[in-house]
């Protein structure tokens, strides 16, 4: 079956620091993936996405690469600001095997520290 | 630009009760998905509907029904109510499901907690 794995949390960073968050992915066929962000008491809101191999989102600062090589879908950010604290998803999808549902990972939650 | 919208944002059920979800897509979405998010958990997908057929069904408890309307709205009917049905009850709608890539976009929840 699909499944996503994160890194645990939380991770707790200063402002300005660089963030990581580890994403792999096991699917059937050729997923999309997409990184969600859930502010506190708000609903998912999509961060960036990638489609095919080697293909990298982005959406304000944030980073990921689909790396096909590795199953993995990172997300970075150069520079975190407070405003960035938030739970953070990896999902997937695999539209052409008819699962267009969204597989999530269990989240992780950065909280970033003035 | 316009969002899926989700009424009521809150509810509060006693045990065994009824509950009715309403979700409004995008408008020009023919897709609709309902997940379910219990407390520090990762959204698990209950059901999806594709112009107003069901498409695709996940984790949804044979208490639970759902259908998508003419207008493509759809609703969620929950009965007999368990106190582990609490959760956070997210609607999200998408364009075009036989295109080869999809993007869901989510409604801001409907929190139910059953007493």
Redesign the interface.
């Known amino acids: 079956g699909n499944s996503v794995t994160q890194m645990e949390g939380p991770v707790t960073l200063s402002e300005e620091a660089f963030l990581t968050i580890n994403c792999t992915y096991t699917a059937t066929g050729y997923p999309s993936l997409f990184w969600y962000v859930q502010y506190p008491g708000e609903g998912l809101q999509l961060l960036l996405k990638a489609t095919k191999a080697d293909d990298k989102g982005s959406n304000k600062g944030f980073e990921a690469t689909y790396r096909k090589e590795t199953t993995s879908f990172h997300l970075e950010k150069g520079s975190v600001q407070v405003s960035d604290s938030a739970v953070y998803f990896c999902a997937l999808s695999v539209p052409h095997t008819g699962r267009r549902a969204l597989t999530f990972g269990s989240g992780t939650r950065l909280q970033v520290q003035p | 630009a316009a969002g899926v919208i989700q009424s009521p944002r809150h509810l509060i059920k006693e045990k065994r009760e009824t509950a009715t979800l309403k979700c409004y897509p995008i408008p020009r979405h023919d897709?609709v998905?309902w997940?379910q998010q219990g407390p520090g958990?990762?959204?698990?997908?209950l059901i999806?509907f594709y112009e107003k057929m069901q498409?695709?069904k996940?984790s949804i408890p044979d208490r639970f029904s759902a259908q998508q309307f003419s207008d493509y709205h759809s609703e969620l009917n929950m009965s007999s109510l368990e106190l582990g049905d609490s959760a956070l009850y997210?609607c999200?709608s998408?364009l075009g499901?036989t295109?080869?890539?999809?993007?869901?976009?989510?409604?801001?929840?409907t929190r139910l907690l059953v007493l």
């Open positions: 897709t998905y997940y958990q990762d959204p698990q997908f999806s498409s695709d996940g997210f999200a998408s499901v295109r080869v890539t999809e993007t869901q976009y989510f409604g801001p929840g």
